[in-house]
């Protein structure tokens, strides 16, 4: 919904801008175009067809002027005429038959005059009858006073002239009477019979003629002049057309043209609106797809936090503002405890509610310019820009322990967690990206390893102890190539009297290229942690095989680090081993420790119990420092339990040592196993230890570990 309203208000503004307008003007310009084109081209025939109907009317006055002056010519050369030019009755009456009225009635001639030789008029017609006194009329009295009689020539000739007033044309021919030159004149006024005729002749409608004084009262008319440039007066006319007759006759289809190409200009717009619509709707679509992948691609699918991409980037945003405005950031990197085990326990669901719980209590406690996110299964990342000191980034980190080591209340039930955090603050710890997150790790390394539900920030020193321990598992895997400075040394069980051996635990040595002897302690772990006590310890098994193949009575002890324990085909792998090397499982005995007893009982169970099928022997080593209860313990298969050093090491000084290890013996023997007894360093601790009931001893008070060679020389 939100995405149409856009759409409408957006997209219609540019589709009016960027199609509609662009359209209508070229409509316009074109329909402009066109009519403007048709306007000149109408006018121009127009005018032209005026021009041409102005020529013809002038070309039909002079026409006729012309057939007015040959119908007086075929009259004043008509030789009977000079003949009958006298006063007698007979001679006027022939007179007034073939001139005045043959004239007027063939011809139309209005008024006919002989004039003497002294330009009297003699005989004068009107309409075709004589007139009695010629001499007074004021048509006659107009006619001589013309121009065109006053002239000097007074040649045989025809013109136009005003006369009374009124626009004639006159004719003037000349008779001969014997030595005399008499004239004839005649008139025909330019009244509607003369028009008329002319008008047939031209086919010009609407011919007539007006006086000078008139306003132009028809679309058309042109100034009639006599050759001597009398203006006689105006002469109208409707003028023909073409242009606009052409105009009307193509007007409908025009009309009708221009309409479709209208409509199909609307119908091209309202394809195209919907077209450009749609489109636009599909790339809006296309671009909500498109932020949706974006955001995928940027946030935790579980949570909705950041994902680790993003996380960097705002990092390295962060760090590069730092830089320029000289201020600090922050980076708490966070790992929930005990989260596998709530995993396991309560079963993915519930792992992935703890999660979305504990991203929603960390969104809770943050600043808006801050960023949390979820950068793996149990890891968060806090961003914390624009820090002002180190006692701010303290007391989140606290309130982010306190908020997550509340119970959640899960659909399976409620739960307990907790989290570590690693510290670090640019640009004191660096302002490297990469850098600052594997100091962050390191810190977090360290709040976990100093026993959780703790923050801690990032010290220098740290770095140098991960360092060491990178540099350890890197030396320790070359070592592993060719077993070189690695050895297995033996130390002595001896009997509860001391006197006899009974057996030798295989113990790891390793003598570094450049550190020289690196004790147990401190590369055990590394190699448990990279995975490297797998082969180490597969090595040492088949090194104590050869042992114990050399003295077949030879009871020889191996240790199983939990982390070879939990390995997949384990079991698998001690039989082949033992089965290559030639040893006896009957006299090889695997120590293992009280966690992996712990971990997954039944599994743990069911390895021993193969591991026993096998025919090894099995014992539990550092017997005591755990948590678990002994009849817990007890429940396991095995064959011996070792108490560990730091019982016998109490004898003597703490008051209830000698009662602890009483009642380890006696549950022990209750169940059949054999006691010994670790870390013996002095004859006391051997009576106290035999005193209450021990099988065997271990310790320095014997021997340490030896070289296999060496403690042959130590049993001589
Ligand atoms: P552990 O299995 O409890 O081994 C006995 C440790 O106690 C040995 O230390 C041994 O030298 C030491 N010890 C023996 N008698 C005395 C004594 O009287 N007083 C004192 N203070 N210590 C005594 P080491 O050799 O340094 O080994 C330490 C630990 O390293 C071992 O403890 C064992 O957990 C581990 N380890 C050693 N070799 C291997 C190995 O091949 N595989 C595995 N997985 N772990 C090994
Ligand atoms: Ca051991
Ligand atoms: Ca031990």
């Known amino acids: 919904m939100i995405n149409s309203v856009k759409l409408s208000a957006g997209f219609r503004r540019s589709f009016i ?53 040959r119908q007086l010519l075929s009259m004043s050369r008509w030789a009977p005429l000079a003949s009958h030019l006298t006063t007698s009755p007979s001679d006027r009456r022939w007179l007034n038959d073939n001139v005045g009225r043959w004239l007027y009635e063939m011809f139309g001639h209005q008024l006919i005059m002989v004039l003497d030789e002294t330009g009297l008029p003699m005989q004068v017609w009107r309409e075709g009858q004589p007139l009695t006194a010629p001499a007074e009329d004021p048509t006659v009295q107009a006619v001589l006073a013309s121009a065109l009689l006053r002239g000097q020539s007074q040649q045989e000739e025809a013109d136009y002239a005003r006369v009374e007033g009124r626009a004639a044309a006159l004719a003037i021919g000349d008779v001969t009477r014997e030595a005399t030159r008499l004239k004839l004149v005649s008139l025909k006024f330019l009244d509607d019979g003369y028009l008329a005729g002319l008008a047939e002749r031209s086919q010009l409608k609407g011919l007539h003629f007006s006086d000078l004084s008139a306003v132009a009262d028809t679309p058309a008319r042109f100034l009639l002049t006599s050759r001597q440039g009398e ?64 955001h995928l691609a940027f946030h935790d699918v579980l949570t909705g936090l950041p994902n680790r991409a993003l996380v960097e980037e705002r990092l390295t945003q962060a760090l590069a503002l730092a ?10 990197l966070i790992d929930l405890d005990r989260f596998k085990n709530i995993n396991d326990t309560y079963g993915h669901h519930a792992g992935d509610e703890l999660i979305i719980a504990v991203a929603h209590r960390l969104s809770t406690l943050l600043r808006p310019s801050d960023t949390v996110g979820r950068i793996g299964g149990d890891e968060f990342i806090v961003v914390m820009p624009e820090v002002e000191n180190i006692g701010q980034v303290q007391a989140l980190a606290q309130r982010i322990l306190d908020a997550l080591s509340q119970p959640y209340a899960l659909s399976g039930g409620e739960v307990w967690s907790g989290a570590s955090i690693g510290l670090v603050l640019a640009p004191k710890d660096g302002l490297d990206r990469q850098e600052l997150v594997r100091k962050a790790d390191i810190a977090l390394y360290e709040a976990k390893s100093s026993g959780r539900g703790k923050y801690r920030q990032f010290e220098r020193v740290m770095d140098e102890s991960i360092r ?41 040595r390793w003598n570094h290229p450049t550190r020289g002897a690196v004790p147990p302690a401190d590369f055990i772990a590394i190699a448990e942690e990279t995975g490297l006590i797998i082969p180490l310890g597969e090595w040492v098994l088949r090194e104590a095989c050869a042992i114990q193949q050399r003295f077949p009575a030879l009871m020889v002890a191996v240790n199983v680090s939990p982390v070879q324990f939990r390995a997949t085909g384990f079991v698998t792998r001690m039989v082949e081993i033992v089965r290559e090397s030639g040893g006896d499982p009957q006299h090889i005995e695997l120590e293992i420790t009280e966690g992996v007893l712990i971990e997954d009982e039944h599994e743990a169970r069911a390895i021993i119990i193969a591991l026993r099928e096998a025919g090894f022997r099995i014992a539990l080593d550092d017997f005591g420092t755990g ?26 000084v703490a008051e209830n040592s000698v009662a602890i290890i009483e009642s380890v013996v006696k549950l022990g023997h209750a169940m059949g196993l054999t006691v010994t007894a670790e870390g013996v360093e002095t004859p006391g601790q051997m009576s106290a230890l035999a005193d209450a009931g021990c099988n065997q ?10 070289p296999f060679e060496r403690l042959g020389d130590w049993m001589r």
């Not at 057309?241 to 091209?268: E, F, N």
């Not at 060491?468 to 690695?486: C, E, F, H, K, S």
């Open 468 to 508: 060491t321990r990178q540099n350890i598992a890197a030396d320790l895997r070359v070592a592993l190539q060719d077993y070189r400075g690695l050895a297995v040394w033996y130390q002595p069980l001896m009997d509860i009297e001391g006197k006899n051996m009974v057996g030798v635990e295989a113990l790891l």
């Open 323 to 332: 830089t320029r405005h000289e201020q600090r950031v922050a980076l708490l």
């Open 17 to 69: 801008r960027e199609v509609l307008l662009p359209l209508m003007a070229i409509l316009l310009l074109t329909f402009a175009g066109a009519g403007t084109a048709l306007f000149l081209g109408t006018t121009l025939t127009n005018q032209e067809a005026k021009a041409q109907q102005q020529r013809m009317i002038e070309a039909s006055f002079s026409q006729s002027l012309a057939e007015h002056q």
């Open 697 to 706: 001893l271990q310790g320095y008070l014997f021997s340490q570990a030896l």
């Open 231 to 294: 203006e006689v007066g105006y002469i109208n006319w409707d003028p023909m057309r073409p242009g606009a007759q052409m105009l009307r006759a193509i007007a409908p289809s025009t009309g009708i043209a221009v309409l479709i190409v209208m409509l199909l200009c609307l119908y091209m717009l309202r394809r195209l609106w919907t077209s450009s619509r749609d489109l636009s709707q599909s790339m809006i679509r296309l671009g909500a797809s498109e932020a949706q992948a974006m």
């Open 627 to 652: 948590y678990s209860s002994l009849n817990y313990l007890s429940t396991f298969p095995v064959d011996k339990i070792k108490i560990d050093r730091s019982f016998t090491q109490s004898l003597g």
